[in-house]
């Protein structure tokens, strides 16, 4: 009699423990994007799977991005993007949804995911000389608007010729703005020196 009360007890009290988890004092929730939603709580952000269940912690690290007047932080083919100061410059990589770093921060801007690749502005580091009397190398940083697949492999150079850039954060307060943009699945628009815009089809 007392196990069957026991076991009664158990089927009834189990099912109540697990539906009625709550996350509480919430600053902002954000509508489901990539099967998950962005949470955020003292100025961190997380995210939780259709069950409530946190997926990646709260922290500190992950971008927003604006969305009918709203930002928020999302996924898109599985990754989400986070930004990392060095030096007091910011750099751009990505998580997946476990919250693990999958592309290190390293792009001076980039974009959510769309069509299983993302634009970003690759980095490149050139040594153009040597400074003898401190025995250092003489460097010279320019930028390019690259495709990258989500495992972070450029697929396309958007731009030909590369932005110089001083890569030092008394010049370099903002992260640098794009000059291209995706406008359909194949469809780039590229805005050139000539501040005329080129279409290109890319089939990757």
């Known amino acids: 009699m007392k196990k069957a009360i026991l076991l009664l007890l158990i089927t009834v009290l189990i099912p109540v423990f697990v539906y009625t988890q709550s ?21 961190q952000w997380a995210f939780v799977d259709e069950k409530g269940t946190i997926v990646v ?60 690749v993302a634009l970003v502005l690759e980095l490149e580091k050139q040594i153009v000389g040597k400074n003898r009397v401190f025995n250092k190398d003489v460097v010279h940083y320019q930028y390019y608007e690259v495709l990258i697949d989500i495992d972070g492999n450029i697929k396309k150079y958007l731009t030909k010729d590369g932005v110089n850039i001083a890569l030092d954060k008394k010049f370099l307060t903002k ?30």
């Open 175 to 204: 992260p640098p703005h794009f000059t291209s943009k995706q406008i359909s699945e194949n469809l780039y628009a590229i805005f050139n020196e000539n501040k005329k815009w080129t279409l290109l089809k890319i089939n990757l």
């Open 57 to 116: 912690n709260f922290r500190n690290d992950l971008v927003t991005t604006k969305i009918n007047d709203e930002n928020y932080p999302v996924f898109k083919n599985d990754r989400c993007l986070i930004e990392k100061e060095k030096e007091g410059i910011l750099y751009f990589g990505y998580i997946d949804k476990t919250g693990k770093t999958v592309i290190e921060p390293q792009f001076l801007n980039a974009m959510n995911f769309n069509t299983e």
């Open 23 to 43: 996350l509480e004092n919430l600053d902002y929730i954000s509508p489901f994007h990539d099967d998950l939603v962005a949470i955020q709580k003292d100025g």
